[in-house]
């Protein structure tokens, strides 16, 4: 499973969410996230069809599918839940 996280540095919601991933992470170390700025990554923005309510957080299974999006400011709670149940896809 890989997370795709999409903020930018003018969006408070992603300076909220940024010590949450960083504990996640820290905690999980074999989840993989890849981290997008709005306004810098155009191609991956484009291609995940990312508006600009921010942030968003693109769960891809091991295939590259996407199998969940969520948006805001999601309590860590919720995100190791989300992450512990579809941790083998």
């Known amino acids: 499973m890989k997370v795709l996280k999409f ?3 003018w969006c408070p919601g992603c300076l909220v969410m940024k010590p949450r991933w ?4 820290s905690e999980n170390a074999w989840l993989e996230t890849v981290m997008y700025d709005f306004d810098q990554d155009k191609e991956a923005v484009e291609k995940y069809n990312i508006t600009d309510t ?7 299974d091991k295939n590259d599918e996407e199998f969940l999006r969520l948006s805001g400011e999601i309590e860590k709670d919720k995100l190791i839940s989300i992450i512990q149940e579809n941790k083998d896809k």
């Open 7 to 9: 903020g930018a540095v």
């Open 22 to 25: 960083s504990e996640i992470e």
């Open 54 to 60: 921010l942030p968003q957080f693109v769960f891809l």
